[in-house]
């Protein structure tokens, strides 16, 4: 069983920088890739940006060029360096990871509010 936990939410004006943190039960190495998801009040849960082995990345394009996802090997933490924040950034952040099956592992998610 794989145990993710996030942290690094919190409130955020306009233009504002955040990096979420999502430190998991054991060694990020071993899982096949690990993504960043987010979920707004009323709407559907949606990739954010996802990391695999390699140099592999995926950005959707509404955070393309503002957001960098990475991880840290020696800390088995995963990263959301999130710049220059907008309302629509708004969500519930959730880490999420695989071993390359079908199993999926979840954060409880963590609240990121852009707000004037």
């Known amino acids: 069983q794989v145990q993710l936990v996030e942290s690094g939410g919190g409130l955020v004006q306009p233009g504002g920088s955040l990096r979420l943190s999502c430190a998991a039960s054991m060694r990020i190495a071993m899982l096949y890739r690990m993504r960043w998801y987010r979920q707004a009040l009323g709407t559907q849960r949606e990739l954010v940006a996802e990391?695999?082995?390699?140099?592999?990345?995926f950005y959707a394009d509404s955070v393309k060029g503002r957001f960098t996802i990475s991880r840290d090997s020696a800390k088995n933490t995963l990263y959301l360096q999130m710049n220059s924040l907008k309302l629509e950034d708004t969500a519930v952040y959730f880490c999420?990871?695989?071993?390359?099956?079908?199993?999926?592992?979840w954060g409880q998610g963590i609240q990121v509010t852009v707000s004037a």
């Open positions: 990391i695999g082995r390699g140099d592999y990345t």
């Open positions: 999420n990871g695989d071993l390359g099956g079908v199993q999926q592992y």
